[in-house]
């Protein structure tokens, strides 16, 4: 094989392929961070205890509660208050995780959360790394230059049984990110207005590769929420190569190497970037400077406009059409001034100590809308930690939210954090599919920022207004 | 493991909806269980069924004509969004052995090709003719890779060869990585500790 100059992609496949693939079977790859949690896991386990299989390595899995627990404020004490079939799913974890030696964060730990905060905030996803998880929203752990991809239960219990997955190799996509982000538009704005001109499958079979000077300006907390969302582009994967940005994140986390091995560690993190003149299999643009804040009004996160705009005509488009139908608007509208029931701000999208700080931003000094439900779910318990020691759970009570422990929650409808048929809502999360927060809920989904003013003013409103 | 496939023969229920997520194949409050059987009563849920669980007349699933049929047909994109294998778990025990579009989400053709549910990718012509003709008998043919409507059109359709190795003799892939032992440990022998500073 001609070794010329590789991608970033390139380089974190290549160093995985246990064995390459063949005219009869893909390759083998190996996976070097395996997280887990409640939902996805039980059947994999079930199927190891089947065949009488161990787990071939405990400690490449992590495993924490995030899906189906309950998030109401003060229901933990130190357990899970889930109950009925959350409950055994909980039990059904903890029973796994002890049998085969895996190491748990479970309800109660002042490490849990969503499983995509805490592998960054725990220090376990690092660059170059291959992580997979099963849950579609895997892709987030790509912002520190990773191959992070979802997987089904089927593909935990091959990990679970052989560290392995049999991959074909993505394609590559270029998603070269010009100019800066302007004030009060976000990394949430910047993924739906991607999506929103290639597509819920534009970017199917790829793994992206997000570039150029607007992303190198975002944080590591930016960069997960782009990443995040590249599986609502059809993504694979979405990965950013590791930088400065990135290893000051990692830098004294609990699982980050330390002393010499961080210094090696950061010496072959430098080596990840793709190198000038590296090919990419598709190429897209992208000027960040025009991009306004974004929100979707329909049922497919790619149905997105900027947040001045007007509900689209379907144009004959029947998927348009049924989505204007379930969320009852007409094209034209102006999005702006929508009435709303519920705001949610969270999910592994937007749960992160920056987001909170956003949303707080718009919160202080005002007060949550009458009739409307606001909900604010850290990430983590860590989150939820600093948030209170910046006092940010004091400026979301004070205005009228709610403040509640850290999980999933609202996102996927599993616990009791549901919208009634008919709501809507503003929402931090990654779907606005059909019933995704409940059945018969309407979803916008956007930025804290867009959130939070939905939340003050009852309606969908222009943050950058109310922070003048 | 399953059963191995080789022809299905079947008429087709046809949902002529792209973009099919699942969370509408299976929404998550059905997610809430430690095992993969009998979510087939779930399967398309809120589409399915109407207030106090009572069958929709209109939806294609509940017409009468497709009752029994194994082969469902739809928009493009199916299966974007959450990983959930249940999305596949739910189609097979409802009894759907073939699902055909024009494209498939990624994580939900790797599912289903798992679990003997067979992802069948025609072209836009083919995938026309489907959608147009509800209740049509089509053969799906996986030694050939070819699906044809009875009386009309054959289109051939790309699988990866091991999926279909795997599912024409009802073999799993698991075997095959337990079998590569050896690549694994050097592998692992090469690359050396761990990454991560264990507390």
């Not at chain 2, 359709?157 to 279909?164: K, S, T, V």
């Amino acid at each position: 094989m001609r070794e010329g100059p590789r991608t970033l992609l390139d380089k974190v496949w290549q160093a995985h392929v246990v064995a390459p693939a063949t005219e009869d079977t893909p390759a083998v790859l190996y996976i070097d961070l395996h997280l887990i949690h409640e939902v996805t896991s039980p059947q994999a386990f079930a199927l190891l205890r089947e065949r009488g299989l161990r787990v071939r390595c405990p400690g490449r899995t992590f495993a924490t509660m995030d899906h189906a627990i309950p998030t109401r404020p003060g229901t933990w004490g130190g357990r899970a208050a889930a109950e009925g079939a959350a409950a055994d799913q909980i039990r059904a974890l903890e029973g796994n995780c002890r049998d085969f030696g895996i190491r748990l964060y479970p309800v109660g730990s002042d490490r849990q959360g969503i499983v995509h905060v805490i592998g960054p905030e725990l220090g376990l996803t690092q660059p170059g790394l291959t992580v997979v998880c099963g849950d579609s929203h895997t892709s987030t752990h790509g912002a520190f230059g990773t191959l992070a991809f979802g997987i089904g239960t089927s593909e935990v219990g091959h990990v679970l049984a052989t560290q392995c997955l049999l991959q074909h190799k993505p394609k590559s996509l270029a998603v070269e990110v010009d100019g800066r982000l302007a004030e009060g538009v976000t990394a949430k704005d910047l993924i739906l207005g991607l999506i929103a001109r290639i597509g819920t499958a534009g970017a199917t079979g790829h793994a992206i590769e997000y570039r150029g000077p607007a992303v190198r300006a975002l944080s590591m907390e930016e960069r997960m929420t782009v990443c995040n969302m590249s599986i609502e582009a059809g993504a694979r994967a979405g990965m950013v190569a590791p930088d400065e940005t990135t290893f000051e994140y990692l830098r004294g986390r609990p699982f980050s190497p330390a002393g010499a091995d961080w210094d090696a560690a950061v010496g072959r993190w430098r080596r990840l970037p793709t190198d000038e003149g590296a090919a990419f299999d598709r190429v897209e643009r992208f000027d960040a400077s025009s991009l306004e804040p974004m929100i979707t009004y329909g049922t497919s996160p790619g149905m997105g406009v900027p947040i001045r705009g007007v509900v689209p005509d379907p144009a004959g488009n029947p998927g348009v059409d049924k989505a204007l139908r379930y969320m009852g608007l007409r094209p034209g509208q102006p999005l702006l001034g929508q009435p709303i029931d519920v705001v949610f701000i969270g999910s592994c999208t937007n749960s992160r100590l920056s987001d909170l700080r956003e949303a707080a931003r718009v919160f202080a000094g005002r007060k949550v809308a009458p009739n409307v439900r606001a909900l604010v779910v850290p990430g983590s318990q860590q989150v939820k930690k600093q948030a209170e020691a910046e006092g940010l759970d004091r400026v979301f009570r004070e205005a009228g939210a709610e403040w509640r422990e850290s999980g999933c929650s609202m996102c996927l409808a599993m616990n009791d954090d549901k919208l009634q048929p008919g709501q809507y809502a503003v929402s931090t999360s990654n779907r606005n599919f059909e019933g995704r927060q409940g059945t018969g809920g309407r979803t916008f989904l956007a930025s804290p920022l867009t959130a939070a003013a939905a939340a003050v003013t009852g309606r969908i409103a222009d943050a950058r207004e109310l922070l003048r | 493991m399953s059963e191995p496939i080789r022809v299905i023969k079947s008429r087709t229920v046809v949902l002529a909806v792209d973009n099919v997520d699942t969370d509408q194949i299976i929404p998550a409050r059905f997610l809430v269980t430690t095992t993969s059987s009998g979510m087939g009563k779930a399967l398309f849920a809120d589409w399915r069924y109407g207030t106090e669980g009572r069958p929709k007349p209109d939806f294609a699933l509940n017409r009468p004509e497709a009752a029994g049929a194994r082969v469902l047909v739809t928009g493009r994109n199916f299966g974007c969004g959450s990983s959930r294998e249940h999305a596949v778990w739910a189609l097979r025990d409802h009894g759907f052995q073939a699902v055909v579009s024009a494209s498939f989400a990624d994580i939900f053709r790797n599912n289903a090709l798992k679990n003997g549910l067979l992802p069948v990718t025609v072209e836009p012509a083919a995938h026309a003719a489907l959608l147009a003709a509800p209740g049509a008998e089509v053969t799906i043919d996986l030694a050939e890779r070819s699906l044809e409507i009875a009386g009309g059109t054959r289109a051939t359709f790309p699988i990866d060869p091991f999926a279909r190795y795997c599912l024409m003799n009802g073999v799993d892939e698991l075997a095959f990585l337990l079998s590569r032992e050896n690549a694994i440990a050097a592998h692992e022998g090469a690359a050396g500790p761990l990454p991560w500073r264990f507390q």
